[in-house]
């Protein structure tokens, strides 16, 4: 079942790349290099990735929606599981594992097309999700 529309999810990705990459700082954990670092970087990549998508907040709209919520899947289970991956679960994990999954989840429930292409008038093909 997907329960997100694309342009709340275009709404949640600008909010969330930003909250990304704020994160060591709202809470506390920049001194530890590698996590702030991976925060910066999946938070930024979420931005670029939101700028270049199909969907209502893209900009130049050349990703699909289909990818772009891939993207989303795997860049989600990358940050919930970084703090183990890259050896700093001691100092945090707890903001990368809730973060990631959140986005994860997003993937995971967010609509594969677009309102644009719905109002369009495109036909739905049986096995596509409108």
């Known amino acids: 079942m997907k329960i997100i529309n694309t342009r709340t999810h275009a709404r949640i990705d600008y909010l969330a790349g930003f909250f990304f990459m704020a994160s060591p700082w709202i809470f506390g ?43 989303d899947v795997f860049s989600g289970a990358f940050l919930a599981s970084s703090p183990w991956l890259f050896g700093f679960a001691d100092e945090v994990f707890l903001p990368q594992l809730i973060m990631g999954l959140f986005e994860v989840s997003a993937g995971l429930l967010t609509s594969k097309h677009p309102s644009h292409e719905q109002s369009a008038g495109h036909v739905a093909d049986p096995g596509r999700e409108v």
Not at 35 to 55: H, N, R
């Open 29 to 71: 954990f920049k001194e530890s290099v590698p996590a702030t670092w991976i925060m910066i970087i999946v938070g930024l990549t979420a931005l670029l990735l939101s700028l270049f998508t199909d969907y209502e907040g893209g900009m130049v709209r050349s990703i699909p929606m289909r990818v772009h919520l891939t993207i």
